[in-house]
């Protein structure tokens, strides 16, 4: 397919480009820029003016929940989601059911969404059978699978001496370990942050204490694999702080956080809202602004959406009974653009960690706009904005804390790998 994307303003945080250009599309691949290719004649002409051209975004953390938990979504409805959120790649951690621990998994995965419209789907496998921290996988066979890095996404590891042995086989290899950093016994059973609002509402709390043990836990094994080291979902101030101090020594580690954590707080759990269990909890206000420190100096290095449907009878309950999680896949564009406005972040900045550097930590050559780069694309009206409602989310979850907001950013057209995969009409 032939695209003429015309009129836009083009933005391409890897390449320092942010100019008004013409884009044009060829088998797949960014033909040309500015200037039309000889003999070019296109299929689909999209009209961006006034808006935003840039490369699909790239999301760290999409739970599709196939296999095994379609009653919360499929693959086709979070797929359709994630495309008209401008997602173009996304990376699917292991926590199935099965979890990703055998390769015929993996490949039925990656057979399933290669033959549906929607973003590129890049498995996480698991770094131990069924996740039970005991036995480690096969990873050498998962990552000829297509498994672009490893994890134990929730579930603990009951065994320091196993995580080391796996770091040890991973960093062998040079596979990525990706790992949620969390003690699971002083979490345990906690709901919210540990703090004055979750004990004047009677909620068990997850202290930031938590976390930071196990970022120190982490990163000293970390140093002694030389295993390539990403912490997904940092939560609070003193973790942002340990990941600064890490990278300033040289440690071979990057780390993420949830869009939702750049403008939630425990402050917001007044509401008694169920779709504001999620994991790590929203934290102190302190907590948040170290987060938003964290992503403009750089020590944070992605955002992503933390996209995690729930069924409408499992968030139907009172919050601490409710499941944890929140759909946010189709909100990650317009959760960062609000963050960049309120926090005066150079639209290109903010672009970045939603582009070009997930790119980086998932290892793939996406996330840029050049010519021969893949053309994954996404367009969008930076000053549309939209209310956020039940009705306008494609997922099959919308628990959404974020339900009933304004929000900037309204995605006209998203081009996957030179495929039109959603135009807003």
Not at 236 to 253: D, I, P
Not at 309 to 324: C, I, R, T
Request: net charge negative; glycine share 8%.
């Amino acid at each position: 397919m032939k695209i003429h994307i015309k009129n836009g303003r083009l933005i391409d945080p890897a390449n320092g480009i942010d100019q008004t250009a013409d884009i044009f599309v060829v088998a797949g691949k960014i033909a040309a820029i500015g200037k039309a290719p000889d003999g070019f004649h296109a299929n689909k002409t999209i009209d961006a003016t006034n808006c935003v051209v840039c490369p699909g975004l790239i999301d760290l953390s999409v739970r599709l929940r196939e296999p095994g938990l379609e009653y919360k979504a499929t693959l086709e409805s979070e797929m359709l989601a994630a495309a008209s959120g401008g997602v173009t790649s996304l990376a699917l951690p292991p926590d199935t059911d099965p979890p990703l621990d055998e390769p015929g998994l993996v490949e039925m995965l990656k057979f399933r969404a290669r033959n549906l419209p929607g973003p590129r789907v890049y498995p996480v496998g698991a770094m131990t059978q069924k996740l039970k921290g005991e036995a480690l996988t096969e990873m050498a066979e998962l990552a000829e699978a297509g498994c672009v890095a490893f994890s134990h996404a929730d579930a603990p590891f009951t065994d320091t001496k196993i995580l080391l042995h796996a770091l040890d086989y991973a960093a062998t290899f040079d596979y990525p370990v990706w790992l949620r950093p969390q003690d699971a016994w002083l979490a345990g059973g906690g709901v919210a942050h540990d703090g004055p609002v979750a004990s004047r509402l009677g909620l068990p709390g997850i202290p930031s204490v938590a976390e930071t043990i196990a970022i120190s836990t982490i990163l000293a094994l970390a140093r002694e694999s030389g295993v390539r080291l990403h912490l997904a979902r940092l939560s609070t101030r003193e973790g942002v702080e340990m990941v600064r101090q890490a990278k300033a020594q040289g440690v071979k580690v990057t780390c993420d956080i949830s869009a939702n954590h750049l403008h939630l707080s425990e402050m917001d759990l007044t509401r008694f809202d169920s779709n504001l269990h999620f994991l790590p909890p929203a934290r102190s206000l302190r907590d948040r602004d170290a987060l938003i420190a964290g992503v403009k100096d750089g020590t944070i290095d992605a955002i992503c959406s933390d996209h995690a449907p729930v069924d409408d009878n499992e968030k139907q309950l009172p919050f601490g009974e409710a499941s944890p999680g929140a759909s946010g896949v189709e909100l990650l564009l317009p959760l960062t653009l609000k963050w960049a406005a309120e926090n005066q972040v150079p639209l290109a900045q903010a672009l970045a960690c939603v582009t070009h550097k997930p790119a980086q930590i998932l290892g793939v050559a996406n996330g840029r706009l050049g010519v021969g780069a893949n053309a994954d694309i996404c367009v969008f009206d930076p000053e549309a904005r939209f209310t956020v409602t039940p009705k306008t989310l494609r997922s099959q979850g919308n628990n959404t804390p974020f339900l009933g907001y304004e929000l900037p950013g309204v995605v006209k057209a998203t081009v996957i790998d030179g495929h039109l995969d959603y135009e807003r009409h």
